[in-house]
Each structure stands twice: as structure tokens, then as C-alpha cells.
């Protein structure tokens, strides 16, 4: 537990912010810092083909420990954190033997995390919480994931008793801005499924995420000096603005939706008179609904240019992430040996949806099904983010006896 703490703590420390206005791949160079680093412990434990590629996707083998060809399966976890919170300088915080009750943050005592909208915390009393100091996110989406699939790696290599097949690590950069697993060769990772090790919680099978599109709008105007302003400036500001008010609030909003139910959801904005913009994600389960989302939004940008001519008014919509599900259909052993694994580590799995999307949601459409399972991850993408490090070790539980379950195939 002290080595997977350690490993957690080393990779959070790594500012790898993803970028989802740059043109480059990886989107900022500081992920193949964390990238290379990984390469360097996966090839100091011994694991085979280890490669960092240009782009920072890092693959590696564990090599069978068994005597028939058991069929590969592969790991992943993304190396980038959240573009909506900073990820420099992060200063973890460990509350060892933690006694219950909320948890206020060092640096900025008016953020606390608090039990009554964390109640996993009732379960975690004496348990090793790892928090942020309040002012900036931990990164534990996705280094849980990361530190939970590295300690399995050495555990694995340590213990070659332990019967298992071939199985594929890769780490991917951009995940956080819908780039996940764009670089990544599926013929040279030559694996029959995958899972994602990027959930909450402990004992959670995703086999569904969102379908996920995203949009930038952009209003472009006439700017003058606003002495002169009337009847010829046209400020973007405004009719962006109104824009923005006339989207569903009451429905098809974050505030307003659970469950299985989807949503529109501005989440920045930017620009001046002449010109103004704004991001928005379309989410839904079902992949349909993002045609009629963006049907609406084009449907007010028409509406405003007729109230104000002299605009324009552009909506871009960009295909992110498909629904894991029916690529899951191809490959039923993928969940089948997820719950048996997750119950023969003394847990009892839980089958779950996520209001999200992980690389899985497209690997899965790439043809490669990949599944999502828990890494202790809470309050992703804030500064109230956190984990614990029995909960990461559960995970490594659960992939040990993944390997184990998968190693009694044959290929």
C-alpha cells in the first residue's frame, strides 16, 4: 500500500493539463513528461515491447506466466487531467487514519469536503484519504487509474506464480478533450478487449457511457468606437449572450437532469464586441438525441441572425465519443470476467452507467470492447477531488484476479 501511495503521489505532482484549443497532439507537451516517466518504471519492472511513442502513448506487455496462449487483454489509463481546473503545482494531502466528519481543505479553508454529499467517506474511517490543499484539482481522474495499473504490473512481475496471460498497459494523452485513444494501433496492441481503469467509486462495471458531441459557437459582429455606436456596432457580447439564454434550463441542463437523461451544457465563453464564443457539450445515451440537440442550437442561431443581420453566427459541432454499449456486444467474456474477478477480490460489482465517457466509449466503437472499472476516483475535475488509498488498492485486487480469470482461457 505504501508503494502504490507513493506512485499515486509522484504522478499527481506532474502537471499534465490537456488543452482542447490546440491544434497538436499530444495537446500540451507537459503530458509526455508524465508519459516518459512512465515508459522509464515500465521498463525498470521488466515488462516487454515498452514504447513511448511521439505522440506520448505509452504501451508495454506483461508477459503469460502460463503454458498455453491465453488470449491478451489490455489496461488503460490516460495520463491528462481536466482543462476546467489548474493542475499546476499540485500539493496533495494525506490524512492518514482519517476519524470521519468533513475535511477542510488547508489552503483554502472555505472549500471543505464534506460527508453529507461524500457518504463513501462513512465507509473509510481509519482509511487513508488523499485530498487536494483547495486550490487546485488532485488528478486522481486518471492517475488513480494509472497508479492502480502500474502497481498490478509489479506486482505481476514479482510474482510469477501467479498464473496469468499476456496483458497489454497503454496510457493515453488528450482523454480528458474527447483525443483519447486517436494515436493508438489496434492491430499492434493485438488484444481481444480492454478495460479503462478511470470509474468511482469501489466495485463498479461501467458498460454505457454517454454519446458525446461538442460545439463551439461563434458570433461575429462589428465593433466601432461606442460614441458612434448607433445603428453600427453589432456586439457579439450580446447576442452571444442571448444565445446562451434562450438554451433549455428548466430541462436538457446539468442542474436539471440525472440518470439517464441528457443535457446541453455551456461551459465557457469568451470574446469581445467584434467577435464572442462559446463551448458547449451535447450529451446523451442515446446517439440520436445529439442530432436534435444541434438541431436547436443551429434553429436559435438562425432566429438571431434574423433579429440582427448584420451578424454571423456559426455553430461547429464536433463527434467526440460514441456509447460503450454495443461495441460491448462483441466481446461478452470483457464483462463476464470483470464481475467474476470483482467477486473473487470479496467485492460485490455493481453494474453502472456513466454521465461521462472514458477512451472505452471509443475503443469500443473502434471495435476493441473496453469496458470502465472503479479506481476510488471522487469529485472529479474540482479542487474537492479525492481518493483513498484502500480504494486503489481494491482495484489492483481486481486486476490481479482479472489476470488470473482471463489466464484460464485459451486464445
Same mark, same amino acid.
Given at each position: 500500500?505504501?508503494?502504490?501511495?507513493?506512485?499515486?503521489?509522484?504522478?499527481?505532482?506532474?502537471?499534465?493539463?490537456?488543452?482542447?484549443?490546440?491544434?497538436?497532439?499530444?495537446?500540451?507537451?507537459? $503530458?509526455?513528461?508524465?508519459?516518459?516517466?512512465?515508459?522509464?518504471?515500465?521498463?525498470?519492472?521488466?515488462?516487454?515491447?515498452?514504447?513511448?511513442?511521439?505522440?506520448?502513448?505509452?504501451?508495454?506487455?506483461?508477459?503469460?506466466?502460463?503454458?498455453?496462449?491465453?488470449?491478451?487483454?489490455?489496461?488503460?489509463? #490516460?495520463?491528462?487531467?481536466?482543462? +476546467?481546473? !489548474? !493542475?499546476?503545482?499540485?500539493?496533495?494531502?494525506? #490524512?492518514?487514519?482519517?476519524?470521519?466528519?468533513?475535511?477542510?481543505?488547508?489552503?483554502?479553508?472555505?472549500?471543505?469536503?464534506?460527508?453529507?454529499?461524500?457518504?463513501?467517506?462513512? !465507509?473509510?474511517?481509519?482509511? *487513508?484519504?488523499?485530498?487536494?490543499?483547495?486550490?487546485?484539482?488532485?488528478? /486522481?481522474?486518471?492517475?488513480?487509474? %494509472?497508479?492502480?495499473?502500474? !502497481?498490478?504490473? &509489479?506486482?505481476? =512481475?514479482?510474482?510469477?506464480?501467479?498464473?496469468?496471460?499476456? %496483458?497489454?498497459v497503454c496510457f493515453t494523452c488528450d482523454e480528458e478533450i474527447g483525443h483519447g485513444v486517436d494515436k493508438i494501433d489496434l492491430k499492434q496492441l493485438n488484444a481481444v478487449c480492454g478495460y479503462t481503469l478511470d470509474g468511482d467509486g469501489v466495485g463498479k462495471i461501467d458498460s454505457e457511457t454517454f454519446s458525446a458531441d461538442g460545439v463551439i459557437v461563434t458570433v461575429k459582429g462589428i465593433n466601432t468606437h461606442p460614441s458612434i455606436g448607433k445603428d453600427a456596432m453589432v456586439n457579439?457580447?450580446?447576442?452571444?449572450?442571448?444565445?446562451?439564454?434562450? @438554451?433549455?434550463?428548466?430541462?436538457?441542463?446539468? +442542474?436539471? *437532469?440525472?440518470?439517464?437523461?441528457?443535457? %446541453?451544457?455551456?461551459?465557457?465563453?469568451?470574446?469581445?464586441?467584434?467577435?464572442?464564443?462559446?463551448?458547449?457539450?451535447?450529451?446523451?445515451?442515446?446517439?440520436?438525441?445529439?442530432?436534435?440537440?444541434?438541431?436547436?442550437?443551429?434553429?436559435?442561431?438562425?432566429?438571431?441572425?434574423?433579429?440582427?443581420?448584420?451578424?454571423?453566427?456559426?455553430?461547429?459541432?464536433?463527434?467526440?465519443?460514441?456509447? =460503450?454499449?454495443?461495441?460491448?456486444?462483441?466481446?461478452?467474456?470483457?464483462?463476464?470476467? &470483470?464481475?467474476?474477478?470483482?467477486?473473487?477480490?470479496?467485492?460485490?460489482?455493481? =453494474?453502472?452507467?456513466?454521465?461521462?465517457?472514458?477512451?472505452?466509449?471509443?475503443?469500443?466503437?473502434?471495435? @476493441?470492447?473496453?469496458?470502465?472499472?472503479?479506481?476510488?476516483? #471522487?469529485?472529479? #475535475?474540482?479542487?474537492?477531488?479525492?481518493? /483513498?488509498?484502500?480504494?486503489?488498492?481494491?482495484?489492483?485486487?481486481?486486476?490481479? $484476479?482479472?489476470?488470473?480469470?482471463?489466464?484460464?482461457? @485459451?486464445?
Amino acid at each position: 500500500m505504501d508503494t502504490l501511495l507513493q506512485r499515486f503521489l509522484r504522478y499527481v505532482q506532474i502537471d499534465t493539463q490537456s488543452d482542447e484549443t490546440s491544434d497538436t497532439y499530444p495537446s500540451t507537451a507537459k $503530458q509526455l513528461d508524465l508519459s516518459r516517466l512512465l515508459a522509464a518504471e515500465c521498463m525498470s519492472l521488466g515488462l516487454a515491447d515498452v514504447c513511448c511513442d511521439e505522440f506520448g502513448i505509452v504501451t508495454a506487455t506483461i508477459p503469460s506466466s502460463v503454458d498455453h496462449a491465453a488470449p491478451a487483454f489490455a489496461l488503460f489509463a #490516460h495520463v491528462d487531467t481536466s482543462p +476546467e481546473y !489548474s !493542475s499546476t503545482n499540485v500539493n496533495p494531502v494525506v #490524512h492518514e487514519n482519517y476519524q470521519g466528519g468533513d475535511i477542510v481543505l488547508p489552503n483554502a479553508e472555505e472549500k471543505v469536503i464534506r460527508v453529507a454529499n461524500n457518504p463513501a467517506l462513512k !465507509s473509510l474511517v481509519g482509511a *487513508t484519504i488523499i485530498t487536494t490543499d483547495g486550490t487546485t484539482l488532485l488528478g /486522481s481522474d486518471d492517475k488513480s487509474g %494509472i497508479a492502480v495499473i502500474m !502497481s498490478v504490473a &509489479a506486482h505481476l =512481475m514479482a510474482h510469477p506464480d501467479v498464473p496469468h496471460g499476456p %496483458i497489454r498497459v497503454c496510457f493515453t494523452c488528450d482523454e480528458e478533450i474527447g483525443h483519447g485513444v486517436d494515436k493508438i494501433d489496434l492491430k499492434q496492441l493485438n488484444a481481444v478487449c480492454g478495460y479503462t481503469l478511470d470509474g468511482d467509486g469501489v466495485g463498479k462495471i461501467d458498460s454505457e457511457t454517454f454519446s458525446a458531441d461538442g460545439v463551439i459557437v461563434t458570433v461575429k459582429g462589428i465593433n466601432t468606437h461606442p460614441s458612434i455606436g448607433k445603428d453600427a456596432m453589432v456586439n457579439s457580447i450580446r447576442i452571444l449572450s442571448q444565445f446562451i439564454t434562450r @438554451l433549455p434550463t428548466d430541462t436538457d441542463s446539468p +442542474e436539471t *437532469t440525472d440518470g439517464r437523461e441528457g443535457f %446541453i451544457h455551456p461551459y465557457h465563453v469568451e470574446g469581445g464586441v467584434a467577435e464572442a464564443s462559446a463551448r458547449i457539450l451535447l450529451r446523451d445515451f442515446e446517439t440520436e438525441q445529439l442530432g436534435e440537440y444541434a438541431t436547436l442550437l443551429r434553429q436559435i442561431a438562425a432566429d438571431l441572425e434574423s433579429e440582427h443581420p448584420l451578424a454571423n453566427i456559426n455553430v461547429e459541432v464536433r463527434q467526440q465519443y460514441r456509447n =460503450m454499449r454495443d461495441g460491448l456486444a462483441k466481446e461478452p467474456r470483457a464483462l463476464e470476467k &470483470a464481475i467474476e474477478a470483482t467477486r473473487a477480490a470479496g467485492i460485490e460489482p455493481t =453494474m453502472s452507467i456513466i454521465r461521462g465517457g472514458t477512451d472505452g466509449s471509443q475503443l469500443s466503437e473502434m471495435g @476493441l470492447p473496453t469496458p470502465n472499472l472503479s479506481t476510488g476516483e #471522487h469529485n472529479p #475535475h474540482s479542487p474537492l477531488e479525492w481518493t /483513498s488509498v484502500e480504494e486503489m488498492q481494491q482495484a489492483v485486487d481486481v486486476l490481479v $484476479q482479472l489476470a488470473i480469470a482471463w489466464g484460464r482461457e @485459451l486464445e
